[in-house]
């Protein structure tokens, strides 16, 4: 275990609750307030810190954060400049985190610390007090009483378990307690350790006056800067003072040995050729002085002595060197427009050897003053700074400077495809390191806290396309670095439909379909009527100059890149148009008869939908309004000329004009039966007044005719049959005589027939009445206004209301 790891871990916290100072929102809040460790070892001292986001209309940052001890009248005196502390203190700071590292710690070091922040605020210094008290000690074999030793600290309470050491090799037998007991020989030392903690030791001591074999070391840990010399020194006693051989090795080298088991002479390493030697000015110390000194050289170094049949190949730690590179650090600051104000210090992270002379280095060239760790001055933008070791100049610091550059990469650097993970680094040649602040062009948002060098998409979407830049900051200065471009290519989203004109469409109005879809590249578009392919194009757009009623139909459009594609919604385009020809229906067809009921049909192509009005020629107002118009009974004023009108919010239109006549026959579902009944009855009407003429002819007398009306009564299923017969006296029997017959099939009447003689003509009968016989016509009329015409026998008896019967008596010869 290395000299720092383990000296980190070796702390006695014997008060291990978190305190918290502050005030309102402003807080320090400490780990730990007590704080023992050994010395030699290192340790942590822990913190977090807390302020107010907004306060007084600003952002609160903080300008400056630091750890104290004392103060210089009224200035806090930061642990970082104090000489004391020199290269031996480290700040860790991560967001409001507070971390101190103290290396190499001394008994002076045991002091209260605390942290102390300021911020931009009026009045926005604070310091969290108290702070935490560290104590540093080291272990201690005191003599209790005869046979008997203890391992002894000042932290309190004691550890709970130790382990023990014989002349530098450990001793297995006893039990690790602090108390120990053995028969204590006048050549022998003793030291003790905390279990697992054994890298730091108790300095080995004699239990009976000061001449028992040991080794003690000056230092426990020495830091050197890189290019610089060193001594590390040793004491060493033999209780015979025949001391026969001595020498320094490294254990860290033991896989160089020819035998692991035996140390050997570090003088004998290849890597130290020229740079090492021992030096022994007084006796009983050794001095190992290494020159010209390397990172490499940073290992443990052990002194073994020889007296006799004694040999001194202790076990425990010896010196351990850290070699480092210089660092120049910045420790006050004051950033202008077009320089810096600052001081900076030159350091190691181990406290230096001795007083060094140091050389400081501006863009390369070595400047005359001054001569000391410190060097405050006026820095431009473009200054870099360094410094060495007086006589150590070709093993200078790493510079610093503000940041030179910011320059801005993306991986992968092809392609750029949604959905991908996508990295982009910015970097820069400053030192200290530069904290980097990621952009995004067009509102300058600021996307991710500082100190992050890359910004990391772990699946990018096409939002995140745009212009991205950063910056490089650190004490020294800032920079801002160029634009970078990122296009995130993507298939295509899915397809807006736009229709122009957005309202009605009308026929032969010019129409256009647009189809647009976000994509990248761009898209091109494929429209399509109801799977149909219409036009195909990358401007997305069909246009229907003057659109038809044959372009009306449902509509939707892809969009596709060589990245996918994606169909569209579908929208209906709906014509409108005014009424086209009506057409117009009569049911039943033909002529109609009286009182039957007719149906007038009209329709129309038209969108949307025509309403109907219905007209009679030479009238001015409508007849009726429907598509379907009805007359129940139609009657003889019915007749005439009908069209109608078909309209809506497009246009209207007339039908062409139809006539409808009533029939002037009678029919009748029963049309053939009725008509054979009617001629039977005409018939024997005829028969009864030829003969009843006869028998007045033959009658000798003359005689007064009876009355010329005479009622025949027909057989009750007929209902009424009459007969009115006009006769001339008996002398003018040979006159003509005329019946007439007529018949009516109303429901509400009785069926009558009337039988009348028609006047003669006396002027062209008077001469012929005693010679001839008279002729009689009979004329029969017949209503039936209750038939129907669906009548069979309709040819049969179309005119049977002209049905006449005449009969003719042969003349006398």
């Known amino acids: 275990m290395s000299l720092t790891a383990a000296a980190s871990g070796f702390v006695v916290f014997l008060l291990s609750v978190?305190?918290?100072?502050?005030?309102?929102?402003?807080?320090?809040?400490?780990?730990?307030?007590?704080?023992?460790?050994?010395?030699?070892?290192?340790?942590?001292?822990?913190?977090?810190?807390?302020?107010?986001?907004?306060?007084?209309?600003?952002?609160?940052?903080?300008?400056?954060?630091?750890?104290?001890t004392k103060m210089n009248g009224n200035d806090f005196v930061d642990l970082r400049t104090d000489p004391e502390y020199s290269g031996r203190v480290q700040y860790i700071s991560d967001n409001n985190n507070c971390h101190l590292r103290i290396t190499d710690l001394r008994k002076s070091d045991s002091a209260e610390y605390k942290f102390r922040f300021i911020t931009n605020q009026p009045g926005g210094e604070y310091s969290g007090s108290p702070g935490v008290t560290l104590?540093?000690?080291?272990?201690?074999?005191?003599?209790?009483?005869?046979?008997?030793?203890?391992?002894?600290?000042?932290?309190?309470?004691?550890y709970s378990s130790y382990v023990w050491y014989k002349n530098g090799q450990k001793i297995q037998s006893v039990t690790y307690k602090s108390l120990f007991s053995d028969n204590f020989g006048y050549a022998d030392s003793y030291s003790c350790a905390v279990k697992e903690h054994e890298d730091f030791p108790s300095p080995p001591v004699c239990v009976h006056g000061q001449t028992c074999n040991r080794v003690t070391y000056t230092d426990r840990s020495i830091c050197a800067s890189k290019g610089s010399s060193v001594d590390i020194s040793s004491t060493y006693n033999s209780y015979t003072f025949n001391v026969e051989s001595k020498f320094w090795f490294s254990p860290e080298r033991s896989h160089q040995w020819q035998s692991p088991s035996q140390p050997e002479d570090l003088s004998k390493y290849s890597q130290y050729a020229g740079r090492v030697q021992v030096v022994e000015r007084l006796r009983g110390r050794s001095?190992?002085?290494?020159?010209?000194?390397?990172?490499?050289?940073?290992?443990?170094?052990?002194?073994?002595?020889?007296?006799?049949?004694?040999?001194?190949?202790s076990i425990l730690p010896g010196t351990t060197l850290t070699v480092t590179a210089l660092q120049v650090q910045v420790t006050r600051i004051k950033v202008h427009q077009s320089y810096t104000e600052a001081e900076l210090k030159c350091h190691s992270s181990c406290s230096p050897v001795g007083r060094l002379s140091y050389v400081w280095f501006n863009n390369g060239k070595e400047i005359t003053w001054p001569r000391t760790s410190s060097y405050k001055a006026w820095f431009s933008h473009t200054d870099i700074i360094s410094c060495a070791l007086k006589g150590h100049q070709n093993?200078?610091?790493?510079?610093?400077?503000?940041?030179?550059?910011?320059?801005?990469?993306?991986?992968p650097s092809g392609e750029i495809v949604e959905g991908s993970s996508v990295t982009l680094t910015?970097?820069?040649d400053a030192n200290p390191a530069a904290n980097y602040t990621w952009y995004k062009r067009n509102?300058?948002?600021?996307?991710?806290?500082?100190?992050?060098?890359?910004?990391?998409?772990?699946?990018?979407?096409?939002?995140?396309?745009?212009?991205?830049?950063?910056?490089a900051e650190n004490e020294l200065g800032r920079r801002t670095s160029q634009y970078i471009s990122i296009n995130v290519k993507y298939?295509?989203?899915?397809?807006?439909?736009?229709?122009?004109?957005?309202?009605?469409?009308?026929?032969?109005?010019?129409?256009?379909?647009?189809?647009?879809?976000?994509?990248?590249?761009?898209?091109?578009?494929?429209?399509?009527?109801?799977?149909?392919?219409?036009i195909q194009g990358p401007k997305g757009i069909s246009h229907f100059p003057s659109i038809r009623l044959e372009d009306r139909g449902i509509y939707y459009c892809k969009s596709e890149n060589q990245y996918g594609q994606i169909n569209s919604t579908a929208v209906n385009i709906d014509v409108e148009y005014g009424p086209k020809l009506p057409s117009m229906s009569v049911s039943p067809s033909g002529e109609i008869v009286e009182g039957s009921s007719v149906n007038l049909t009209c329709s129309s192509d038209a969108n949307p939908a025509a309403n109907y009005t219905w007209y009679k020629e030479d009238e001015d107002s409508p007849k009726a309004s429907g598509q379907i118009f009805i007359i129940t009974d139609f009657r003889p004023e019915h007749s005439g000329n009908y069209y109608c009108e078909a309209q809506n919010r497009r246009g209207r239109h007339n039908s062409t004009v139809h006539e409808i006549v009533m029939s002037r026959s009678m029919k009748s579902v029963a049309a053939g039966s009725i008509t054979a009944i009617f001629l039977a009855i005409i018939l024997l009407c005829a028969f009864l007044l030829i003969r009843r003429k006869r028998s007045l002819k033959q009658s000798t007398e003359p005689r007064k005719r009876p009355d010329n009306r005479a009622q025949l009564n027909m057989n009750p299923v007929y209902d009424n049959c009459s007969a009115v017969a006009?006769?001339?006296?008996?002398?003018?029997?040979?006159?003509?005589?005329?019946?007439?017959?007529?018949?009516?099939?109303?429901?509400?009447?009785?069926?009558?027939s009337n039988i009348r003689p028609a006047q003669a003509n006396r002027q062209k009968h008077e001469e012929e009445e005693e010679d001839e016989d008279s002729v009689e016509y009979t004329t029969v009329n017949f209503n039936n206004s209750s038939a129907s015409p669906q009548l069979k026998h309709r040819e049969a008896v179309e005119d049977l209301s002209s049905l006449y019967s005449a009969i003719t008596k042969n003349p006398r010869p």
Not at 136 to 153: A, G, M, P, Y
Not at 395 to 411: K, T
Not at 494 to 508: C, D, F, L, N, R
Request: hydrophobic letters at 25%; proline letters at 7%; charged letters at 20%.
């Open 18 to 68: 978190q305190v918290v100072q502050g005030w309102n929102e402003w807080r320090v809040t400490y780990t730990s307030t007590k704080i023992c460790v050994i010395k030699g070892s290192t340790v942590d001292i822990r913190c977090t810190y807390r302020y107010p986001s907004w306060e007084n209309g600003r952002y609160t940052n903080v300008k400056e954060r630091f750890w104290f």
């Open 395 to 411: 093993h200078p610091s790493p510079s610093v400077s503000a940041p030179r550059f910011a320059s801005v990469s993306v991986s």
């Open 491 to 534: 298939a295509p989203k899915t397809p807006s439909i736009s229709v122009s004109p957005s309202g009605e469409i009308v026929e032969g109005s010019p129409v256009t379909l647009n189809c647009s879809s976000d994509a990248n590249p761009a898209a091109t578009y494929t429209w399509y009527k109801e799977n149909q392919t219409v």
């Open 443 to 471: 509102g300058n948002q600021y996307l991710q806290p500082p100190s992050k060098e890359q910004l990391v998409f772990r699946s990018i979407q096409s939002s995140d396309s745009g212009e991205y830049y950063c910056t």
């Open 426 to 428: 910015c970097s820069s």
């Open 135 to 158: 104590s540093v000690t080291d272990l201690r074999v005191q003599f209790i009483k005869w046979r008997e030793l203890k391992c002894h600290s000042i932290c309190d309470p004691p």
């Open 287 to 313: 001095t190992l002085r290494i020159t010209d000194l390397r990172e490499s050289d940073s290992a443990q170094y052990r002194f073994k002595f020889t007296a006799g049949s004694f040999e001194w190949n």
């Open 726 to 752: 006009q006769t001339k006296p008996a002398e003018e029997d040979d006159d003509i005589s005329y019946a007439s017959v007529s018949f009516s099939d109303n429901k509400e009447d009785p069926l009558y």
